[in-house]
Nanobody, 121 residues
Framework: QVQLVESGGGLVQPGGSLRLSCAASGITFSRYAMSWYRQAPAKERELVATISNTGGSTNYADSMKGRFTISRDNAQNTVYLQMNSLKPEDTAVYYC??????????????WGQGTQVTVSS
């Protein structure tokens, strides 16, 4: 049974920081690219950041570049999202995603349950 369990969300003031974690089980973690997505109320889910299976490559949405950092620990089956200089518009539910591709096609795609991040004074 595949599980992606996010943690670390909460309420933070503008300009503050949070570190999200996503612990994976039931998959060969080191084979999966991992991503963080977020969904704000009444908005579509959007990609925040992606990290390759080895951790050697990362990509960020433009609005997160320079503020957010994605990383992973394959020994701990965990992916992280360090969020700095948080803004009210970063308020959303943040989701962890695990994706396995083969030959350019998605073979497996899993989601966590999400963790709420609220940026407010």
């Amino acid at each position: 049974q595949v599980q992606l369990v996010e943690s670390g969300g909460g309420l933070v003031q503008p300009g503050g920081s949070l570190r999200l974690s996503c612990a994976a089980s039931g998959i060969t973690f080191s084979r999966y690219a991992m991503s963080w997505y977020r969904q704000a109320p009444a908005k579509e889910r959007e990609l925040v950041a992606t990290i390759s299976n080895t951790g050697g490559s990362t990509n960020y949405a433009d609005s997160m570049k320079g503020r957010f950092t994605i990383s992973r620990d394959n020994a701990q089956n965990t992916v992280y999202l360090q969020m700095n200089s948080l803004k009210p518009e970063d308020t959303a539910v943040y989701y962890c995603n695990a994706r396995l591709k083969s030959g350019g096609s998605v073979v497996n795609n899993y989601w966590g349950q999400g963790t709420q991040v609220t940026v407010s004074s």
